[in-house]
Structures are given as C-alpha cells and as structure tokens.
T-cell receptor, first 115, second 111 residues
Framework: GAVVSQHPSWVICKSGTSVKIECRSL??????MFWYRQFPKQSLMLMAT?????????EQGVEKDKFLINHASLTLSTLTVTSAHPEDSSFYIC???????????FGEGSRLTVL | SQQGEEDPQALSIQEGENATMNCSYK?????LQWYRQNSGRGLVHLIL?????REKHSGRLRVTLDTSKKSSSLLITASRAADTASYFC???????????FGTGTRLQVFP
C-alpha cells in the first residue's frame, strides 16, 4: 500500500491566491522531507529540505517567503505557494526518508496550474 | 548547477531493441539511483547502485557505475512499448541526505 500520501493531486487556482500542498507519511515517522518542483518536460529540482520542528533549508534561488514549508509533525509536511502566479505552475513532489532506515519514498505529486 | 547530465535527451527505438541511457554527475556520491516517470505521474524507483558497486541487474535492467568517471548507464534490454517513459538518474552526494536528479532521458518505444 501507499507509504506517502500527497494531496491534492491537482489544483487550479487564480493568480494571487495561495495554495497548500500536503505530504503525509502513512507508515512511519519522517524526520526529514524534501520538496521538489518539476516544470513540463524538465527534471526534478530540489526546492527545500524540511526537518520536523525546525525551519526548512531552501536551495539557492528558491524564495522562502513564496514557498512556505511547515513540518509540524513527524508525519506531515506542507508546502504553501503564496500569491501564486502562472510561472509557479508546476508539478510539486515530496520525498520522505525513513527514520534510520534510509529508504526513500516519493509522493505521487501535485500538479498546480495558476490561471 | 548541481544537476547531473543525462544523454541522450530523447531516444526512440522499436520494441525488442535495447535502450541505453547515460548519466554523468559532479560530486562524490553514496549511491546512484534510477527512476522512471510516466508522463505527468509520480516517480517509480527502478534500481539503486552503491558507490562501491560497479554493476547491478534487475530483470531487464542493467546498471553500471564508474565512480572514476562519475558516470552511470542504464540498459533496458528487449524493450517493450510499456517502457515508454522518462528515465532519471539521481545521485545521493556524499555526506548529505539530498537526492539530486539528472536532466532525464525521454524514451519512446514503438510497437
């Protein structure tokens, strides 16, 4: 069965609104979660590393005020795209790492379309 | 950019032929992984090869790793139309918990 639940799987919103994407670990406690963005026909780019109970670490070029990450519990990390614009339209994928196991699990992804 | 490079960017073959994709990376790694992604979908983990391994097999997949050249290859033998997808290598750089993806190869297998 699924180990990671990512929701919503797709969302369409108007420019200027904020969108929250959830990544939930179903079977284990995930101390670290990673968020990736994938533009059409391109590869996955790491956006940020989310650690439970502490601030996320963002990759160079990723605006922390635009992409708010909250990892409030060991089973849930959220990515909020604030004041979304059409250029934020992308496929967002979370990745979890099992605590102590090193196993990697990916969410199914969330496709964001900003009109 | 940290991102690895893959070639070819796109590959079209007939069913039954073999498909070879190459990946080059920049830093020392703990392991290298290959993933498959159908259009607009999530990732499917195919195979992981550790830095101290040189070759690994899984069904019709064969992966090689040359750490001296910082390169890896994925061979899909006897390809099928259902193998049509994008394939990505991903490296786990040494001493980090990050996973850095390559640029990807889009494989089209014609029946």
């Amino acid at each position: 069965g699924a180990v990671v639940s990512q929701h919503p799987s797709w969302v369409i919103c108007k420019s200027g609104t904020s969108v929250k994407i959830e990544c939930r670990s179903l079977d284990f406690q995930a101390t670290t979660m990673f968020w990736y963005r994938q533009f059409p026909k391109q590869s996955l780019m790491l956006m940020a590393t989310s650690n439970e109970g502490s601030k996320a670490t963002y990759e160079q070029g990723v605006e922390k005020d635009k992409f708010l990450i909250n990892h409030a519990s060991l089973t849930l990390s959220t990515l909020t795209v604030t004041s979304a614009h059409p250029e934020d339209s992308s496929f967002y994928i979370c990745r979890l790492e099992g605590s102590g196991t090193g196993e990697l699990f990916f969410g199914e992804g969330s496709r964001l379309t900003v009109l | 950019s940290q991102q690895g490079e893959e070639d070819p960017q796109a590959l079209s073959i007939q069913e039954g032929e073999n498909a070879t994709m190459n990946c080059s990376y920049k830093t020392s790694i703990n392991n290298l992984q290959w993933y498959r992604q159908n259009s607009g979908r999530g990732l499917v983990h195919l195979i992981l090869i550790r830095s101290n391994e040189r070759e690994k097999h899984s069904g019709r997949l064969r992966v090689t790793l040359d750490t001296s050249k910082k390169s890896s290859s994925l061979l899909i033998t006897a390809s099928r139309a259902a193998d049509t997808a994008s394939y990505f290598c991903a490296t786990a750089p040494y001493n980090t918990d990050k996973l850095i993806f390559g640029t990807g190869t889009r494989l089209q297998v014609f029946p």
